[in-house]
Structure formats: structure tokens, C-alpha cells
T-cell receptor
């Protein structure tokens, strides 16, 4: 069974700061890794995903994530955050051979003006 | 643009009552899912379906039934609602298994069981 761990429940930064949201997973096989964003009171929206190839993947609105097999990580980054980036961010993992996607508990990002 | 619509957006139910949550997608996707979200936690899979008239159990199916009468519609049924089923429920669709494709989520249904 795959598991996903997001070590930071809350992250607070100021507008214009860079931010990294951490995600670690456990699974020994081929997997898909994704990040989703959830604005308050809304459903989750896809940001980006990785399966193979370049370990750095680009998403919407300046987000990128880097896969590291040695660290079992898929951290999300943004160079300069905007107040509208305030939301909950979920890391997700699914195995290549099944239809189950497992979500982390999420990281609440607060961007102060 | 992909669209997943859930109804109702919120509901208050009594313990022991029957609750039906509905989901409609216009994405022409084969796969549909029901997830549950509890405050401060991630999503947990209740039921899913990859074809009309067929449903599969997810990770927490106890106390829930699902129905997929057509490709577009997927319902979640709580025959005897309990306090522990108070949560936000999300429907999602994807055009193949989640392993390869993006999930498109509805806006969620906030269910309170009293």
C-alpha cells in the first residue's frame, strides 16, 4: 500500500517569498505523484504530476515539483508566492497498476500581504 | 472545460435516515469516484466505478452504497446515516484509471448528521 506524508500542516509566508511544501511517499514500485490545490470551500484542482522523465515538473501558476527517488520525495515549490496562493495543498500518489490514489493530509499555506 | 456537479451542496440529515448524494459529469469520463474528507485530513476513497451499472469498493466502503446508472451519473447512498458520517464528500471523474490521468473534482457536499 502506498502512503503519503506531508510533514507540515501549516506554512505561513509573506507575499513575494519563495515556498516549499514537503511531500514524502512510501512505495516500492512505479508510481504517479501529483499535487492538488484546494481553495476554501471548493473542490480540489490538479496542479501537476510526475511519472517518469525529467524529475522537475512544471505546473500552473508558477508551481513546480521535484521528484527524488533517493529521498522518496516530491516537494512542491514556488519562487514568489501571491496572496491568491493561500489554500490547502495535497500531495497524492498512485501505483501504476491500480486505480487507487492516496492523498496526504494536506498543507495549509497562508500568504500574508 | 471539464465539469463535475454535485448536489446538494450541503445537507443536514437525522441519524438513521437515508441520504443520497448525487454527482453528474459532462467530461465523458469512464471513471468516477466518491471521496470523503474530514476536517484537517486528506481524502479517503469510498467507492468508485469504471463503467455504468458497476461499482467497486474503495478503502472505506462500510455504511455506504454507490450507484452508477449511466456514464454521467454516480450516486452515493447512506441507507442509515450515522453521526460518524458527518464530513465533506467529493465526487471526481477521470478518463482512465487514476494512475495515468488527472482527477476532476466537484465542489463537494457538506453533510451534517445530527
Amino acid at each position: 500500500t502506498q502512503t503519503v506524508s506531508q510533514s507540515d500542516a501549516h506554512v505561513t509566508v509573506f507575499e513575494g517569498d519563495s515556498v516549499e511544501l514537503r511531500c514524502n511517499y512510501s512505495y516500492g514500485g512505479s508510481i504517479y505523484l501529483s499535487w492538488y490545490i484546494q481553495h476554501h470551500g471548493r473542490g480540489l484542482q490538479f496542479l501537476l504530476k510526475y511519472y517518469s522523465g525529467n524529475p522537475v515538473v512544471q505546473g500552473v501558476n508558477g508551481f513546480e515539483a521535484e521528484f527524488s527517488k533517493s529521498d522518496s520525495s516530491f516537494h512542491l515549490r514556488k519562487a514568489s508566492v501571491h496572496w491568491s496562493d493561500s489554500a490547502v495543498y495535497f500531495c497524492a500518489v498512485s501505483a501504476n497498476n491500480n486505480n487507487r490514489i492516496f492523498f496526504g493530509d494536506g498543507t495549509q499555506l497562508v500568504v500574508k500581504p | 472545460e471539464a465539469a463535475v456537479t454535485q448536489s446538494p451542496r450541503s445537507k443536514v440529515a437525522v441519524t438513521g435516515g437515508k441520504v443520497t448524494l448525487s454527482c453528474h459529469q459532462t467530461n465523458n469520463h469512464d471513471y468516477m469516484y466518491w471521496y470523503r474528507q474530514d476536517t484537517g485530513h486528506g481524502l479517503r476513497l469510498i467507492h468508485y466505478s469504471y463503467v455504468a451499472d458497476s461499482t467497486e469498493k474503495g478503502d472505506i466502503p462500510d455504511g455506504y452504497k454507490a450507484s452508477r446508472p449511466s456514464q454521467e451519473n454516480f450516486s452515493l447512498i447512506l441507507e442509515l446515516a450515522s453521526l460518524s458520517q458527518t464530513a465533506v464528500y467529493f465526487c471526481a471523474s477521470s478518463d482512465r484509471g487514476t494512475s495515468q490521468n488527472t482527477l476532476y473534482f466537484g465542489a463537494g457536499t457538506r453533510l451534517s448528521v445530527l
